[in-house]
């Protein structure tokens, strides 16, 4: 919204700064999982991350105050059983 009401390099661009926050954000999250990597095998470490799909329907309730139905919470309770099932069958080193 910032860069349509902001044409222009500079200030759609450069002065955004909700873009600079999503991208420091985002290098943190990086560096986090490639930490997280130096501990455990990729094969343990990757089923959680489809906990993404939990938290930001989640977050958007809480932020947004938008309701989830009942096939959603139903959706979430298979989806955490699964990454359960799956990280839950390797060890780590």
Request: charged share 10%; net charge neutral; hydrophobic share 55%.
């Amino acid at each position: 919204m910032h860069a349509l009401a902001n044409p222009g390099l500079s200030e759609g661009f450069i002065w955004n700064a909700a873009m600079w926050l999503g991208l420091v954000a985002s290098a943190m999250s990086m560096a986090c999982w490639l930490g997280s990597l130096r501990d455990l095998p990729l094969s343990s470490a990757y089923p959680w991350t489809a906990l993404i799909y939990i938290f930001t329907p989640l977050a958007s309730t809480v932020i947004f105050d938008e309701s989830l139905g009942q096939r959603y919470y139903v959706g979430m309770a298979i989806l955490t059983i699964g990454i359960f099932l799956s990280a839950g069958g390797v060890r780590a080193k």
